[in-house]
């Protein structure tokens, strides 16, 4: 009887933690969408505004740049996650099980921990007239990748940053298709290895990375902070333009804004449909190609990594001689003067802002890490038991897939009737329901791939549930939590908009500090923060990769002794039932 009542408790308790964890997480979306559909059709109270029009979008569609603006965002949205989407496959296929794969695994956390405004600020300074490149070939280059009219250096910068994230992503997806299997059966079949990628790994491929697809979509529709540092300007982004128009003292134009930012949802949602569609025609419709096996394309998935690296990792060294620059004239290779001058200057400050970073990513990434394993477990349980209601992950992925401006915009109006003088609270909070899809995702690919066969046998040695999980599931997913925590921490240590629209400016970030310098004349300060934005998620990877790969070795060990035991009685036995 006791043992049933404390079943009976903590399955309570679990599913009481559950719905926690659905309020907290998901909560946010409905102020978010609910406040932008009012304030897009003139429900506005804070400006007394309580009827309702269409009054913000003819604003918004009487703007002369915007048809222009919304052609520019489809045009570097599209380009840049297709881009990245091949360049990812391309190194996957030309990668595979060669010796790049384990440099290529080792690898992707310094090039993953860096954030998009810290990479931003040091590609400007590399490609802009007078910038490094021009450095090296002794003269201002011609050709412009810094705010050009055109975005192709926001589409570059987009396309660089997202080949890791898509790489983490796939890395695990590609363990539950048994890739050396299938490619040892498509060579059977007369296939060679880029036919056998291009015609049977790729459809099996593109159906697992949708989600992470989607995201990537989503994040380069409706980025602001990298292209405030290095998009276009005239006209700029729609995101840049709804951000310019919420923060204009006229509060006039807040139905236009509200407008534009339901726009840019629409659009959003427009793009994700497009891309379901296009892989339903890949995969699906247009099948004919798969079995035309005789042609494949020439990738070369080897040089596309190097660059990637070349580039990422060259941004580094750039800002740190920035930062310690005295005097560094055009066109020369080096400083001529060095100094610790500005980083004296700005350290007071510095602390309080690094303070806060750390804090906010700590906490919020901690959170969402426990929030994603919980409903994990919870999944599990769903897909054994049919009582239970599965959270949907499209649900999970929302915070993702739609535009944080358009999301942010509500909840910071619902944020005014409740407290809003609260802003720790509500930045943790934001940084939390943007956080976790991301950690979920990361731990996606290690609990699908977990053997459940294990639990079964736990229990029916009579351990609890808890014990199950603590003393079998958790050292040999260990490794991957703490991955999954340092990625939380990254994404947390990047968020510019919720910081800012939801501190309403009262809380600085290594994130909102660095993009507000980098409009200004002096390089050497704007560099000092992209800098310490960089190296603080990269201090956390090599945590987590250090605390991974010692956990991993410990279960390595454990499992050896544990074989080591059980070697000598199967002997015994077997000796005593044959003499």
């Known amino acids: 009887m006791n043992a049933k009542l404390c079943k009976s408790v903590a399955s309570f308790t679990f599913n009481l933690i559950v719905l926690l964890t659905v309020l907290i997480s998901f909560l946010p979306l409905v102020p978010g969408l609910m406040g932008l559909l009012l304030a897009a059709f003139g429900y506005i109270p ?15 569609f009487a703007w002369p740049g ?4 919304v052609v520019l965002t489809l045009f570097i949205s599209m380009v840049s996650t297709l881009v990245a989407v091949l360049f990812s496959f391309a190194i996957l ?19 993953m921990a860096l954030p998009h405004v810290a990479f931003a600020v040091g590609f400007a300074f590399l490609f802009t007239p007078s910038g490094f490149i021009a450095r090296i070939q002794g003269d201002q280059i011609n050709w412009q990748l810094v705010h050009d009219q055109y975005g192709l250096g926001l589409i570059a910068a987009l396309t660089l940053k997202e080949i890791p994230f898509l790489l983490f992503m796939s890395i695990p997806l590609l363990k539950q298709l048994n890739i050396n299997t299938t490619l040892i059966t498509a060579r059977s079949l007369g296939y060679n290895n880029a036919q056998a990628w291009q015609k049977i790994i790729l459809p099996l491929w593109l159906p697992k990375i949708r989600f992470s697809l989607f995201a990537v979509m989503a994040y380069s529709i409706s980025v602001v902070d990298v292209a405030l540092i290095i998009g276009p300007t005239r006209p700029p982004t729609l995101a840049v333009l709804v951000w310019q128009w919420l923060n204009d003292a006229d509060l006039a134009t807040l139905p236009k804004a509200s407008a534009g930012a339901l726009l840019l949802l629409l659009m959003c949602l427009a793009i994700l449909l497009s891309i379901r569609f296009t892989e339903w025609l890949i995969t699906i419709k247009c099948r004919t190609w798969l079995s035309s096996g ?4 020439p990738i070369g998935g080897k ?6 690296y070349l580039i990422t990792l060259a941004t580094l060294p750039i800002l740190l001689m920035w930062s310690f620059a005295q005097r560094w004239r055009f066109p020369d290779i080096v400083p001529s003067h060095w100094s610790l001058r500005f980083w004296q200057q700005e350290w007071g400050y ?10 906010i990513a700590l906490v919020s990434a901690t959170i969402a890490l426990f929030f994603a394993i919980i409903i994990h477990e919870h999944s599990i349980k769903a897909t054994a038991n049919k009582r239970f209601l599965k959270v949907p992950r499209l649900l999970i992925a929302i915070p993702m897939l739609a535009p944080q401006l358009s999301l942010l915009f509500g909840i910071q109006v619902a944020t005014l009737y409740i407290a809003h003088q609260y802003y720790y609270l509500w930045v943790t909070w934001a940084h939390i329901f943007f956080v976790f899809p991301y950690i979920f995702l990361a731990l996606d690919g290690p609990w699908r791939s977990y053997d459940q066969r294990l639990d079964k046998v736990a229990l029916s040695l009579g351990l609890s549930p808890f014990n199950v999980w603590w003393q079998i599931k958790r050292p040999l997913l260990l490794p991957a939590i703490w991955i999954a925590w340092a990625v939380g921490i990254s994404v947390s240590l990047a968020q510019y908009l919720p910081t800012l629209m939801l501190g309403a400016g009262r809380i600085s970030t ?9 409009s200004g004349q002096d390089r050497r300060i704007s560099a000092i923060y992209a800098l310490l934005q960089s190296l603080t998620p990269f201090l956390f990877y090599i945590i ?10 410990l279960e390595q060990q454990r499992s050896a002794s544990t074989s080591r035991i059980s070697t000598p009685n199967v002997s015994v036995s077997q000796q005593s039932n044959h003499p």
Request: glycine residues 2%; aromatic residues 8%.
């Open 544 to 553: 987590a990769i250090v605390a991974s790969r010692k956990s991993g070795s």
């Open 46 to 60: 804070a400006i007394d505004q309580y009827t309702l029009s269409i009054t913000g979008f003819k604003q918004l």
């Open 66 to 69: 915007l048809s222009q603006s």
């Open 303 to 308: 040089s596309i990594i190097i660059i990637t």
């Open 510 to 518: 290594l994130t909102t500090e660095a993009v507000a310098l980098s």
């Open 350 to 359: 510095l602390l309080n802002i690094m303070a806060n970073s750390i804090m």
């Open 93 to 111: 296929q030309s990668c595979w099980h060669s010796r790049w794969w384990k440099q290529l695994e080792t690898l992707l956390a310094p090039i």
């Open 294 to 297: 005789r042609y494949s394309l």
